[in-house]
DNA sequence: TTATCTGCAAAAGGTTTGCAACTGA
DNA sequence: TCAGTTGCAAACCTTTTGCAGATAA
């Protein structure tokens, strides 16, 4: 998803997208990466600006609202992952805290009628990805 | 899994079963709910007797040494469920918070070899238990 | 007996809120 | 124009820590 379309998603919702909003995002929506608040207002402020880390704590608001991010919760830790829209999952490294999506899932065809009724459900893997299997994350 | 099975595990790692860790432990497995801290805190109190709120906390961080503790983040808040060992995944009824075990994992045959090395996975399903399905939380 | 545990009070740390100034549409 | 946004400072709330007394093994 670019930032256009994430534009258009705010617009629709009478939110804007300022400059603030528009750095935060790029970085975001560029790294492939999931960030706690204060990372991902740390790295804006390294590639960008400064920005106020109510502003990102703002953004995540928002976007949660538009469910453009998917939390997770790693030794206590919360990340965030920019997240469009579409079934999948995630495969997250440990090492460079890259998420990439898995498609296709075999849960969504399996009965779960005599447990209840599913709303939604999620499914992570946790691991290295390719470029950090060798000794020092280099991704 | 049982009292005496948890408390030969503390006992294996030099942890000990007082008092105040068996009530909140009763609580714990017996209702098969997730509680937050603070929600676990109340129900022992509500049960058995007054305990401070950072025996809760510290009971939650030495059974997640022992890998007996889930965490779940809903709505921004941190859940533990308790969980024995074996591989398996959770149905958790948003409703009464009652958390059911799901066996059978077609995950486990997959292969990711061309995202990563996978370390470990969680799939957990959300939705209306049996008992809850009807217009108000029964159970 | 003694290493571990308890629970209070205080500190820490992350997140939210109030508000006056600013700005995108 | 003006509803939505920013960012500081303060408030808030959950979680952790220090410590003196208690207790399981």
Same mark, same amino acid.
């Given at each position: 998803m670019?930032?256009?379309?994430?534009k258009?998603?705010?617009?629709a919702?009478?939110?804007?997208?300022?400059q603030e909003?528009?750095?935060v995002?790029?970085?975001?929506?560029?790294?492939?990466e999931?960030? %706690?608040?204060?990372?991902?207002y740390?790295?804006?402020?390294?590639q960008?600006?400064?920005?106020?880390?109510t502003?990102v704590?703002r953004?995540?608001?928002?976007?949660t609202?538009l469910?453009l991010? %998917?939390p997770?919760?790693?030794?206590?830790?919360?990340?965030? %992952?920019?997240?469009?829209?579409g079934?999948h999952?995630?495969f997250?490294?440990l090492?460079c805290?890259?998420?990439?999506?898995?498609?296709?899932?075999?849960m969504?065809?399996?009965?779960?009628?005599?447990?209840?009724?599913?709303?939604?459900?999620?499914m992570d893997?946790f691991?290295?990805c390719?470029?950090c299997q060798?000794s020092?994350?280099?991704?």
């Amino acid at each position: 998803m670019d930032l256009e379309t994430v534009k258009s998603k705010l617009h629709a919702m009478n939110f804007r997208l300022t400059q603030e909003r528009e750095w935060v995002l790029r970085v975001f929506m560029e790294s492939g990466e999931m960030f %706690t608040a204060m990372q991902l207002y740390d790295r804006v402020k390294e590639q960008y600006n400064k920005v106020g880390l109510t502003t990102v704590y703002r953004l995540f608001e928002v976007l949660t609202k538009l469910r453009l991010v %998917t939390p997770f919760l790693i030794d206590g830790e919360i990340y965030y %992952t920019f997240c469009s829209g579409g079934h999948h999952h995630h495969f997250v490294c440990l090492d460079c805290h890259r998420v990439k999506n898995i498609y296709g899932c075999e849960m969504d065809t399996r009965d779960f009628s005599e447990i209840g009724k599913i709303e939604y459900h999620r499914m992570d893997l946790f691991g290295h990805c390719e470029n950090c299997q060798g000794s020092v994350p280099s991704c």
